[in-house]
């Protein structure tokens, strides 16, 4: 590891000061930084240990039922608070299923939407083409070995996924990501916090530098939600595919419906075309709940080693929608 | 013979000591950013097994390799130095995390908990003693982070059934693939009502 130099902060103001100087990063858990400075992917010369920062470990209920975690709030914390229990199972679940305990005692729910991609190629220990580690020098999994990667929204110059469990959850609630900045703080929805390769493939999301997320808010209860995470064994693995639904019912008819797929691409990946076309559906009608799901389904693009993963994905969601309906409301 | 003084360790100790002071570069500069000071080597003050630690660091240092070659506890293993195999779990400010994922100098004012804390003196903790006596080992190299991670999800509540066990010592990986007699000790330990590293 590089070096580098140290500061512990108690204030968000210092935080802020500090996050805005060039070669400055925050650490929180500390789960993805270092790890990140081992493998050489950043190499900041100051680190500002965020984690003694007074007010943002807490949960606490919001008007008109809605929820605001505070962004340092541990992940195994998060998922075990009774409000989250009760109304938002979806992302209990998807806590849950995400890491380690040990892990999860570290991470936290602000730190882990800036997880970056699992590639094999951007993770490397010897650096090897790839346009998020060093723009310019190509995508070794476009022609690679590339099953785990991207079904939607990539291009030749990426085609990595976004590998957190969380932010899929978080997608599909609607979740609000609060942050702050020197320069002014903003509300970005989960839905739209990580980027897709089209522009600028080295990035992971909008972030600007010294931007910290000092938040995440749910909106209204979600009873009737669930995770499903397919992966290649049953615990401590990133997904292959996750879905996340949200359900609104009105009796076996649904209402209102709110589904996100994960690891499909570089974003948690919303099927806006499927949930029109869901609402009004009987939850027995598994023909047309499956024929509903295949509208979002018409720009997938599978790369040479993932078109499994179309099959597996339809699937997923169909699972998790009847998953979701089950729940007690 | 002569030599039988010098044990491995202390041999690999002075080793890895000698090694350290090659390649740790000279960064004393304190430089300021606004309100906040930052160091190359920052001074910590905490608590490993009920020892008060006064020291200066490099910046870099994990809590792993602080307990390892500064402290010289070498019951938490070395495994990946990724997060990946649980092998360095340590118990921090009474919750299980894995060592080697934690900058030292973050430690200010908190307290560890390690495998050698564990025991009352020669007497094994109880969980410990359900590792020996369900065989919930072969090479022993992962078994302190076993151990710990098992004593923290015990306390946690998580040892419900077996299934519940086996997920929630998820992160601790065992290479000799002990893991229906780790199960095994997990379930026993439980069962006999033992707690946390207190």
């Known amino acids: 590891m590089h070096s580098f130099s140290f500061a512990r902060a108690a204030s968000l103001p210092d935080v802020l000061a500090a996050g805005a100087q060039p070669q400055t990063m925050f650490l929180a858990g500390g789960t993805e930084l270092l790890n990140w400075m081992r493998l050489g992917i950043v190499s900041p010369e100051r680190i500002v240990d965020i984690g003694r920062v007074e007010g943002l470990d807490r949960i606490e209920p919001l008007p008109d039922g809605a929820l605001r975690i505070g962004a340092l709030v541990r992940l195994n914390d998060a998922a075990q608070h009774e409000a989250v229990m009760r109304d938002y199972p979806v992302l209990s679940q998807a806590i849950l299923k995400a890491a380690s305990p040990q892990l999860r005692n570290l991470a936290t729910i602000g730190g882990n939407p800036a997880q970056r991609t699992r590639c094999a190629y951007f993770r490397s220990e010897d650096k090897l083409p790839c346009n998020k580690r060093e723009p310019g020098s190509g995508c070794s999994a476009l022609h690679g070995i590339n099953d785990r990667h991207a079904i939607f929204g990539w291009t030749e110059a990426c085609v990595a996924v976004q590998p957190a469990d969380p932010p899929v959850a978080l997608a599909a609630l609607d979740a609000v990501f609060v942050t702050e900045h020197r320069d002014g703080g903003r509300r970005i929805p989960a839905t739209e916090f990580h980027t897709l390769p089209d522009k600028r493939p080295q990035d992971h999301n909008v972030l600007r530098r010294g931007e910290l997320i000092t938040a995440i808010e749910l909106p209204a209860p979600a009873h009737r939600s669930a995770y499903l995470k397919i992966r290649e064994r049953e615990s401590y693995e990133f997904a292959t595919v996750s879905a996340a639904a949200a359900l609104e019912m009105d009796g076996s008819t649904i209402r209102r419906a709110r589904i996100a797929l994960g690891s499909v691409a570089h974003r948690p990946w919303r099927l806006k075309a499927a949930e029109e076309r869901l609402a009004g559906i009987g939850i027995g009608d598994r023909a047309a709940l499956r024929a509903a799901i295949e509208a979002s389904f018409t720009d997938a693009r599978p790369l040479s080693h993932n078109a499994y993963k179309i099959p597996l994905a339809k699937n997923a969601a169909l699972r998790v929608i009847e998953t979701a309906a089950r729940m007690p409301s | ?198």
Request: aromatic fraction near 4%; include cysteine.
């Open chain 2, 1 to 198: 013979m002569t030599t039988s003084s010098i044990s491995r360790r202390d041999l690999m100790t002075t080793t890895v000591a000698i090694a350290g002071l090659s390649v740790t570069p000279a960064l004393s500069q304190e430089e300021g950013s606004g309100a906040l000071l930052f160091e190359g080597r920052p001074d910590i003050a905490f608590r490993v097994n009920g020892v008060d630690h006064r020291l200066s660091l490099d910046a870099r240092v994990t809590l792993l390799d602080l307990l390892r070659e500064r402290l010289h506890l070498t019951g938490t293993k070395k495994g990946c130095n990724f997060g990946e195999c649980g092998a360095c779990t340590v118990h921090l400010d009474g919750r299980r995390v894995n060592a080697c994922m934690v900058l030292a100098a973050s430690l200010d004012g908190r307290e560890v908990t390690t495998i050698e804390g564990l025991a009352s003196g020669d007497k094994l903790h109880p969980v410990q003693q359900a590792f020996i006596d369900h065989d919930g080992l072969q090479c022993g190299f992962c078994t302190p982070g076993q151990v710990m991670s098992a004593t923290a999800l015990i306390a946690e509540g998580h040892a419900g059934s077996d299934a519940e066990i086996r997920e929630w010592m998820s992160g601790n990986l065992c290479r000799c693939s002990a893991y229906p007699q780790i199960v095994d000790a997990v379930r026993a330990a439980a069962s006999s009502k033992v707690g946390s590293a207190g």
